[in-house]
Each structure stands twice: as C-alpha cells, then as structure tokens.
C-alpha cells in the first residue's frame, strides 16, 4: 500500500515527554532484567507510523516503536498495532526486515486480548511493558484487566481526562449522550465511574433535592488508579503525571502500573524529576 498521503499526526510539548518518559524506562527495565532467563517483550497498543511532527517545532520526532528499537539491553521482541493501515504500512519499511518486530493492523483490544496477552504471563516465564497511548477514549478496560492480572505487564496508560470531560463528563450528567456514556463504560470497565466522578454538592438547600456536582480531575483519576489495583491487581500504581498544554490545562495523564518494586523505585525517580522540572508545555 502507498503511504504518499500519510500525514504524520502532530504532537504536543507534553507528548513528547511522555516518549521520552516511556524510552528512558524502557532502558532501565530491560538492564533490571538483563540476567534473568524471562523473555522481555515490548507492545505498543496504538503505535502510529513511528513518526509524528512537533507542533512546537515543526520538525521530526521519533515515535515510541522508534525509541523501543533502540533499547539496549535489547528486547527480545515487538508488538505494534494500529488500527490505520497507512500508518502500519510505513511503519513496516521504518522497521524493515527485522524478524523480532510483529505489526498488526486493527482493533488493539481485539489483538490484545485474544492474541498477545493471554501469552504474556507470569507462569510462562516472560515479561512485556505495554504502552497503551489511545487517541482518546478508544480502549477497553479488558486489556488493563487483563494486562494486570497476567501479573507480568509492566503498563504506561494514557488516562485521557480531556476527551472524558468532552464526551462522558459533562457539569449536567443527565444531558451526556448514550455514545458518551457508552465510550466511558468501555474504557472504566463498567458504570461505576459516575459514583467517581459526581458527588452531591455539601451546600443543603431547604426545598429541593441536593445538587449533583463534578468532581476534579484529579478526583476521577484518582479512583482509576485505585480500581488499577483493586480491580485490575496491579501491586504498584504510582500517582499519575498530569500533562499540560500552553493553556495550563490538563490534556491528560500518565499512569504507571506494575507488580515491582524495583519498577516502582524506577519510574518514581523519573517521575519526580520530571515534576521538579514542571512539565506544563513552554508558552
């Protein structure tokens, strides 16, 4: 297929951090393994092209099939998937014929969950770290599921609050859509989101019913990482990493999820460092 008409999607100052984030780990993660007899796999649920362009810039950044490639200790195989043929088409010749590189064109939840992740446990002596990086809310809570209870998945997700607060979470919930609500059940795994995501308001009110009020994002997010754990069985989920655009707003958040300490002591020093540095984008 011709990839003349591919246009490479266009990222923010925040995206890039997160790749930079998500390849700086994957280093450490396969050095953390590097003697041990497991099989070390690297899956990206919605990889792209392997290129995007900054829109800060202009210029070319290198997406996370890229940065995985070049890790070192090496991993010993790759899982890209995408659901645009164009973009796994030129992905294909960025990676050429390299025998330990799978791309699959299609549904991420589909492949993920009857193909890759049910190989990919703990009793079968292999390990992976999963990106799962969804345009929006475009995910189903069964891979997280069972991405946690393989026991074996060390995972960076993509908690997209701005597109939730968009389409599901809305100030007037009885006026949000049945697609809206729809996308929010897949991705949180069923309806209890909303008992996330609303509160009654503490201001009583003497002759009508208590109003209904939305919760900050930190609130919601908060309950999603705590249903990572409680839910999904991941021992170690860290606080996420809120990135922000030239507006100051969060456009989403990077969370960790994982079963090691010594991942947790990895990724809380990356973590930390870049919250020091203040990762809004530079205006």
């Known amino acids: 297929m011709t990839t003349s008409s591919l246009k490479f999607d266009e990222i923010g100052y925040w995206s890039e951090l997160k790749l930079a984030i998500v390849a700086e780990y994957g280093g450490r993660y396969t050095t953390a393994l590097k003697n041990s007899s ?4 690297y899956i990206d649920g919605f990889c792209g092209a392997g290129v995007h362009v900054s829109k800060e810039s202009g210029v070319a950044v290198e997406g996370s099939p890229a940065g995985a490639l070049k890790v070192d200790p090496p991993f010993d195989g790759f899982y890209f998937i995408d659901m645009a043929e164009e973009k796994t088409s030129y992905l294909e010749n960025l990676c050429g014929d390299r025998n ?3 791309i699959h064109t299609g549904d991420a ?3 993920l969950t009857k193909k890759i992740l049910p190989e990919i446990q703990y009793g079968k002596f292999n390990r992976a770290l999963c990106l799962l990086d969804p345009y929006g809310l475009h ?3 069964e891979v997280i599921y069972q991405a946690g209870r ?5 995972l960076f997700l993509n908690f997209p609050v ?3 607060n968009r389409n599901a979470i809305w100030r007037h919930p009885e006026e949000v859509p049945d697609g809206g609500i729809h996308r929010m059940n897949r991705f949180w795994g069923d309806a209890s989101w909303r008992d996330s ?9 003497l002759w009508r019913e208590p109003e209904i009020v939305k919760q900050d994002n930190e609130v919601i997010v908060g309950a999603f990482c705590k249903r ?15 990135m922000k655009n030239t507006q100051n707003a969060i456009v989403y958040y990077l969370c960790f999820a994982s079963q090691s300490p010594v991942a947790e002591r990895i990724i809380t020093s990356i973590f930390d460092r870049y919250r020091a540095m203040g990762i809004n984008a530079p205006k």
Not at 197 to 205: D, G, L, N, T, W
């Open 38 to 41: 497991f099989k070390k796999y």
């Open 100 to 102: 330990d590189v799978h």
């Open 109 to 111: 939840t589909e492949y």
């Open 139 to 141: 995910l189903d809570w």
């Open 150 to 154: 393989s026991r074996a998945v060390d």
């Open 162 to 164: 701005m597109d939730m």
């Open 197 to 205: 995501a609303y509160a009654q308001s503490p201001q009583k009110h």
């Open 228 to 242: 990572l754990k409680d839910v999904a069985g991941f021992k170690v989920v860290l606080p996420p990493l809120a």
